[in-house]
């Protein structure tokens, strides 16, 4: 999958229109075959399903786009690395973190999958994440679904799916981190975490 080939969505609310040209500078720079901001404002009571119903705008309009494969971004995603020039990606995953967290109550920990990748498990996170095809969206959207009516956090319902999909995370990455309170846990390289590949 070559990343000419990829289409980038970012959710930007105005309230943080402030942030629109610093992600289409950097977003610009990786070359992708569109940039697309995604405008998402109605406010929930509870901020994590305004957070949710945005993803979920999100995806619906990628679909509505056939826009696949596309990459999901959330407007505090800053690139740390330069991403290489294609993902040979396996037709079974589901998803592919290009940007991961190391935050330490959800277990998250990685197996080997190829010479590229690792799976990756009940990782909590998503500023960066590609979707290949309609059934990598199918997964998010129904866990970001069952999340929202249970107000419940999407990136735990999402998590928990990654024990029965396959998500994976580049060897080589991370090349997105978070520019904001979580980037301590955002700003780490899989090959300086070889602590929690497991067997």
């Known amino acids: 999958m070559k990343i000419t080939d990829i ?45 949710t119903k945005a993803h979920l705008c999100l995806l619906n309009k990628a ?4 826009a696949f494969p596309f990459i999901i971004f959330e407007d505090d995603a800053t690139l740390m690395k330069p991403l290489p020039k294609s ?22 920990y990685i197996k080997e999958y190829n010479d590229e990748f690792y799976r990756v498990y009940n990782m909590l996170t998503a500023h960066a994440i590609v979707v290949p095809t309609i059934q990598g969206a199918t997964t998010i959207i129904n866990a970001y679904t069952i999340a929202f009516n249970d107000s419940n956090y999407s990136d735990i319902l999402l998590a928990q799916a990654s024990h029965t999909h396959i998500f994976l995370v580049p060897k080589d990455g991370n090349y997105f981190c978070q520019n904001d309170y979580t980037r301590e846990v955002t700003e780490f390289l899989w090959g300086n975490s070889k602590n929690l590949l497991r067997q």
């Open 7 to 51: 289409n980038a969505y970012f959710i930007n609310p105005d309230d943080y229109a402030r942030r629109t040209p610093v992600m289409m500078e950097m977003l610009g720079k990786c070359d992708f075959k569109s940039i697309n901001r995604i405008v998402y404002n109605e406010k929930f009571n509870d901020k994590k399903n305004t957070i």
């Open 63 to 66: 679909m509505e786009d056939d």
């Open 87 to 108: 993902f040979d990606i396996p037709e079974e995953a589901e998803l592919v973190y290009l940007g991961g967290s190391r935050y330490g109550p959800s277990g998250m």
